[in-house]
């Protein structure tokens, strides 16, 4: 088994042997081989200084190297701003900063470049709306934006890349000093390795692991990176579910997962920024637990059954069975999620999501709602922000046949939120009754009776 970190950087093969799998991607890039381009801001994927560039199969993906683990850039290929203009000519996103004035101090500038730039080698459009999303998750406090959407629309698109082959992956394992950083290649590796060392952290995109390490400064000793593993990046697509393997990204399920509802889309265009969709996954949504999770509520409503591995045996759990209570659930020591099976909404179901945010991009929710009706009248509605975990309504769901007010009167039963910082608990339950409002004014007042089937 391999013991030193591969990856491709800027065109050149790398082998690290000794180096920290912990260390992040960053702070690699800027202390050892002095590339600082990326700045760090935030440290916590929020502001997107720190973006460089994944060249995936499918697509050139910003990431915020602030977050990302080293361990987890094994056998990938990495580009950062130094590159673009290696061969002597600025790249179209540098060309276009520089002609729209761009870039006042500078500071945000090399992470807008790069994701100007894997928007761009992605085939993304040069649309306002393709590129205020491309860039949402990069902050400038100094240009006002206009100059640098000016700069995304002035450098134009390139026709989208064929898909590139996926490099074949090898197991690495890292052991010293204690400590063990272990990325199998296949599921079996896996399984047996946490039967062995059920006290490992799970890394997958590591939009939520990597603050541990960079905002709770702690040390992860001993850590299984599931992106490496075969079957656990399968998508499966039938009439009636969506299966994700537990280490599908958002960004690769994306159009998957839009096709399930345009709220479903609008939801996951509102999660995180680029950089963040491009590294995290459903099922580090679902194990990290937080009861403000954004795509458990939109889970919950159309119906989700996860397969939990631990070493050879398997088992389905229904998303609504999983959470024991605040951060806690019903995973066992050195078991796992292997994929996340999602229903797809029958004809003449009724579907919305909302989510309620003191910013509109790249925040965390206040309120989170989705509400699905199906065609015989069934209710399901699933809610982030009003309790310790994301949770269904039973008493609204029981009510809606008697109307939305009945409803509505019945979630406040349902729910007692916490007061905090994003919102006091009269809020919350205001806000969750009024999406409920929202849904049914959408629907019409046949939602209450019968429905009928959607052409
Ligand atoms: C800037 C920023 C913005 C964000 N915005 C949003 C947002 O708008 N909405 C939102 O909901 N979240 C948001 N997040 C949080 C985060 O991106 C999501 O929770 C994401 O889905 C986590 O997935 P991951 O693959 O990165 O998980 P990781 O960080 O790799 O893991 C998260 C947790 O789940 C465990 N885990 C991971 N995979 C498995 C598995 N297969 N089986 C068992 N345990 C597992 C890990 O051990 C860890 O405890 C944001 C994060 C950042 C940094
Ligand atoms: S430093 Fe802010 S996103 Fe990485
Ligand atoms: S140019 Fe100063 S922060 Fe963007």
Redesign the pocket.
């Known amino acids: 088994m391999r013991e030193a970190i591969r990856f491709t950087l800027n065109g050149e093969r790398v082998s690290l042997a000794g180096e920290d799998p912990t260390r992040t991607l960053l702070s690699w890039l800027r202390e050892a081989r002095a590339l600082t381009g990326a700045k760090e801001g935030c440290a916590?994927?929020?502001c997107g200084a720190c973006t460089v560039a994944l060249v995936e199969p499918e697509a050139v993906r910003p990431i915020?190297s602030c977050?990302a683990l080293l361990g987890a850039m094994d056998e990938r290929t990495i580009v950062t701003v130094e590159h673009l203009a290696a061969h002597g000519r600025r790249h179209p996103a540098q060309e276009a900063i520089l002609d729209c004035h761009g870039s006042q101090c500078g500071f945000c500038t090399p992470g807008f470049v790069m994701a100007l730039y894997a928007h761009y080698e992605s085939g993304g459009a040069a649309e306002r709306a393709a590129l205020c999303d491309a860039l949402a998750?990069n902050l400038c406090r100094c240009t006002g934006y206009a100059p640098i959407l000016a700069a995304g629309l002035a450098m134009g698109t390139r026709p989208a890349p064929a898909r590139r082959p996926s490099p074949s992956q090898s197991t690495l394992s890292i052991e010293r000093g204690g400590r063990r950083f272990f990325a199998p290649a296949t599921l079996a590796e896996l399984s047996r390795w946490l039967l062995a060392h059920p006290q490992a952290?799970?890394?997958?995109?590591?939009?939520?692991?990597?603050?541990e390490v960079t905002k709770g400064l702690r040390d992860l000793d001993c850590v299984a990176y599931?992106g490496k593993v075969a079957e656990?990046k399968e998508v499966r697509e039938t009439d009636e579910a969506l299966e994700l393997g537990?280490?599908v990204?958002?960004a690769e399920a994306f159009e998957a997962l839009a096709r399930l509802h345009p709220d479903a889309r609008e939801l996951l265009r509102?999660?995180?920024?680029a950089?963040?969709r491009a590294?995290?996954?459903?099922?580090?949504?679902?194990?990290?637990?937080?009861p403000?999770?954004?795509?458990?509520p939109m889970l919950l409503a159309l119906g989700c059954t996860l397969t939990?591995r631990r070493g050879e045996s398997e088992r389905r759990v229904p998303l609504e069975d999983f959470y024991t209570g605040y951060r806690k659930?019903v995973?066992a020591p050195g078991?796992?999620?292997?994929s996340v099976r999602i229903e797809k909404p029958r004809p003449g179901a009724r579907f919305a999501a909302y989510?309620l945010?003191k910013r509109f991009d790249?925040?965390?929710?206040t309120v989170?709602a989705a509400f699905h009706v199906t065609a015989e009248g069934g209710a399901h509605f699933g809610f982030?922000g009003m309790a310790a975990t994301p949770a269904r309504a039973p008493r609204a769901e029981a009510a809606w046949p008697r109307g939305v007010e009945a409803a509505c009167a019945a979630l406040a039963e349902d729910f007692a939120p916490i007061s905090d910082h994003r919102g006091s608990a009269s809020y919350r339950v205001a806000a969750a009754q009024a999406l409920l409002r929202k849904f049914a004014a959408g629907i019409g007042p046949r939602a209450l009776l019968e429905l009928e089937p959607v052409a």
């Open positions: 916590e994927g929020d915020a977050i998750g952290r799970l890394l997958a995109g590591g939009t939520d692991l990597g603050l599931l656990l537990a280490a990204t958002y509102r999660l995180g920024g950089q963040v590294m995290g996954t459903i099922a580090g949504n679902i194990a990290n637990a937080s403000i999770g954004d795509t458990m939990l659930t995973l078991e796992f999620i292997r989510k945010s790249q925040d965390i929710s989170c982030g």
